[in-house]
């Protein structure tokens, strides 16, 4: 691709290897391919590969890795990063590298760090920024995506004014025509996924054909959310959102709320039969139309906090979470309530009775079968996703919207769920992914 000079060197003055070719090879959704060619005076007898994502982790995401080759004066060596393993990368990600070459005399010299970004050469993308938002386009003309991040931007406007929720880096969104394109390209992904969080990396990809206006406010909001209330609550001492607030701040931010769902939500409340709080901490039923009821109880909790006792709180309180509090230390820290008062104070706002806290029991379900799921595909994968409705029907039966489960305490402090990917001493956090309705 382009010719390097090696830029380090360590030890005797002497001819420097030259590299005649540095690149890299993206082939979603499976790997990465590093690929050197380099010739010097001396025979090269070592070639290692540094690399690393840029996202928001813990641990520094830096992998290192001797790669083997053939020595000798003119050497060619790759390395392929197997994305199977390592978990997908969102479009728009950014991976970085460099070589360290050493010769037979043990000069070591190290190649400029190159960035690339992960891009979808499938489509022809048309771009537009607006704010810290820049939203690519590959269907629909410019008014579609001028319409789009419109409302990606009154979105963002209202997360922060009416959820007191800040959050001004710069954010990516992808949308594609179809659910298969994205499931194409990120592993482990259902066809019907219609919307992916990324947290760690600000990026977000969404399946909005053009016409599909609903959907659009539905899911971009929501998604936005997500990396919003990630963001603000990330840390590395195991502090997480739990589901509940996750999603509830994610419906909240789509603005409309389903009419049925939200009177079933009362009335089950009111017959002292909808789940306490507290069940929904970790993820929610495996149930369609229970997960609905689970993400309608959660916006009504979320909208009760915000409209009660203001924006501010809740942004003191992911504040809470980001100092590594767990939930609860955090709640009473700035509303003087834990999970279950504050459930109690909910039903109460409309005459509903207090579930006791003795019946209060974690729900067990399967992985996954949410219908906004951050779904773990593996032990080393973990994209948020957002599920779509098959077709942009006014009212879907059935919602399969999982979130995936969170991990533990260590891996990701994301609303979805999330984890670390650990490859050869590389870690990250990769996506998460949820599905929405
Ligand atoms: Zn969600």
New binding site residues.
Partial sequence: MTLWLLNVAVGRAQTLPIVIDDRITVSLPDEVTFAIEASGDQPITSIVLTYGITARTCQEAVATQAVEFEPGRDVEASWALDLRKAGSLPIGAEIWWSWELIDETGARSTTERQVARIDDSRFAWRSATRGPITLSWHTGDAAFGAALLAIADASLNRISQDAGLVFEDPIQVFIYAQPDEIAEVILFQPEWVGGL?FPEHNIVMAAIAPGEDAWAQEVLP??L??LVSGALTFNCRGAQLPTWL??GL??FAEERADATFAAQVRDRALAGDLPPLLSLANQFSAFGNEARVS?EQSRQVVTFMIETYGADRMADLLAGLQSGLAIDAALIKVYDLDTQSLDSAWRASFGAPTRPAARVTPISVPTLALW???PQASATLAP?D?PRPPTPTPAPTVAP?A?APKTSPTTGPL??GGSIVLLGGLAWFVTRR???L
């Fill in positions: 969080a929501h998604e959310m997500h996750s999603e994610s419906r993400y906004t799921a951050v948020t957002t919207t979130e609303g979805c949820r599905v929405r």
